[in-house]
């Protein structure tokens, strides 16, 4: 999958074809008005403007079904976008417009939450033209099932036909989220059998910043950490140990369940649970997402991915919670965080 910053050409398939005919209708109002006319008055001018007419439509419905079969749309989308904020979406269309020194290729994109349409020109020579709009998503979700419309009225505009292809690629739309740059549980709450509050804990043995132990020098020790007044007092090399950093383990579980009215605060817990992850990307933690009915995501785009798709659901009456089953996944050792449309079943953190 392409980087948002990186548009990358998707992969079409599956055309079909359909034709809008009202101007073309038009016009056989008007070439019946000037038929009868004719015929009424016998008048010869009458019959040659008939026959230009039926000419010139006639050369305009074989050109622009000759046109349509060579009209080939490749869609620039980015992979990866966030919710609220502006991208670029681009369109390559080629085909042969020989008649004309330029026309235009109308493109929509049917499949996603907004509206993204664009007209894109190709110059009658080189039959290649791009085209670009700026698109904002107000909707979170994973995009898959996106179709490439387009429509021309080549040559004449008499008719309006339309050309669609299926576009083999995804958009996936991040929760937008203000960045953190602590996690804390707050009084202890949510913490593992280790009782870890903060980033790390602490063993010995390593290359953390408290200092563990003085000990004569090995071979594979750092030169660096000499400590030269224990060296100067006994006569021998002698090295600092410190101790080493264990990395913390954070069992992040979103609760689902939310009701009609719950729609903002669900989406304000997915965005709470998205700037967590975008922690983890940045600091030294080991990080699972737990989500009711879905297997631990350990990796940070897995986990983005599938906060982009979650979507809030009810509970049975008499049925037990969904988030038990996700409580019972998590880890005895590892700090546990809460997040939930309901503000009683979050875990308390201080977050900034």
């Known amino acids: 999958m392409s980087s948002p910053s990186e548009p990358s050409f998707g992969e079409t398939t599956a055309r079909t074809e359909r034709a809008d005919y009202r101007m073309g209708l038009r016009l056989a109002v008007l070439s019946l008005a000037i038929g009868m006319a004719a015929v009424n008055t016998g008048n010869n001018l009458l019959y040659l403007m008939l026959a230009l007419v039926l000419a010139l439509a ?14 080939r749309v490749a869609p620039m989308l980015p992979g990866t ?12 269309v080629t085909g042969r417009f020989p008649l004309l020194p330029q026309t ?22 080189s039959g290649r033209g791009v085209g670009s709009v700026r698109v904002v998503m107000g909707r979170r979700g994973v995009y898959e099932e996106v179709t490439v419309e387009a429509s021309t009225g080549y040559p004449l505009d008499l008719s309006l036909r339309r050309a669609r292809q299926s576009w083999r690629g995804a958009l996936v739309v991040l929760p937008r989220f203000d960045r ?9 709450a949510g913490r593992g059998k280790r009782g870890r509050s903060e980033m790390a804990a602490m063993r010995p043995g390593g290359h953390g910043s408290q200092l563990h132990n003085i000990r004569e020098y090995a071979p594979s020790d750092d030169a660096r950490h000499i400590d030269w007044r224990s060296t100067a007092r006994t006569g021998r090399l002698m090295v600092r140990e ?111």
Do not use: K, Y
Not at 81 to 92: C, D, I, N, P, S
């Open 58 to 71: 006639a050369l305009s419905f074989g050109a622009a079904a000759w046109s349509l079969r060579s009209l």
């Open 81 to 92: 976008v966030t919710r609220g904020e502006a991208f670029l979406v681009g369109a390559e």
């Open 104 to 125: 235009w290729v109308r493109v929509r994109l049917l499949g996603v939450a907004e509206r993204v349409e664009m007209n894109v020109p190709v110059p009658g020579e």
């Open 180 to 188: 953190i740059a602590r996690l804390r549980l707050a009084g202890g």
């Open 242 to 352: 410190f101790e080493r950093e264990e990395q913390r383990r954070v069992d992040l579980v979103l609760d689902l369940t939310a009701g009609p009215a719950d729609d903002a605060a669900f989406e304000t817990a997915v965005e709470r649970c998205a700037a967590i992850v975008d922690l983890s990307r940045r600091e030294p933690f080991d990080l699972r997402l737990l989500v009711p009915g879905r297997a631990a995501v350990t990796t940070a785009g897995e986990a983005m991915r599938l906060l982009a798709a979650v979507q809030p659901e009810g509970v049975s009456p008499g049925a037990a919670h969904p988030i038990d089953h996700a409580l019972a996944r998590a880890r005895p050792d590892a700090d546990l965080v809460v997040v939930s449309a309901n503000a009683s079943r979050c875990t308390h953190v201080e977050a900034a």
